[in-house]
């Protein structure tokens, strides 16, 4: 798991945890670690398909954001191709909620 600073927003990028260690807290003490080190709103984008890393977020205070505004975010902040958008989601945490 990986931080990003774009802008003015932090980005979390390529989180993974190996299968056979899944379910030991280990993402979500990464995840901990991660958004103490800044204080800058932070996002998360992936694929919408990946609903298991969705809830993972959401367990962890994320919320997905709305559809139009999840287009504004991905062709701000990521340089992805249009179907990558199309097929993507965004989450963001309450500092980006506050924000907004």
């Known amino acids: 798991m990986g931080i990003q600073h774009v802008k003015d927003v932090t980005l979390i990028r390529h989180a993974y945890v190996r299968p056979n260690y899944r379910g030991?807290?280990?993402?979500?003490?990464?995840?901990?670690?991660l958004t103490k080190l800044v204080d800058s709103p932070v996002l998360i984008g992936m694929w919408k398909a990946a609903t298991w890393a969705v809830?993972?977020?959401?367990?962890?205070?994320?919320?997905l954001v709305q559809e139009e505004e999840k287009t504004r975010l991905l062709t701000t902040y990521?340089?992805?191709?249009?179907?990558?958008?199309?097929?993507?989601?965004?989450l963001a945490d309450a500092g980006w909620r506050t924000r907004s």
């Not at 993402?27 to 901990?32: F, I, M, P």
């Not at 809830?55 to 919320?63: D, K, S």
């Open 24 to 33: 030991r807290g280990i993402g979500r003490a990464l995840l901990e670690y």
């Open 55 to 63: 809830r993972f977020y959401e367990n962890n205070g994320f919320v």
């Open 78 to 90: 990521w340089s992805i191709p249009e179907r990558q958008i199309e097929e993507s989601v965004v």
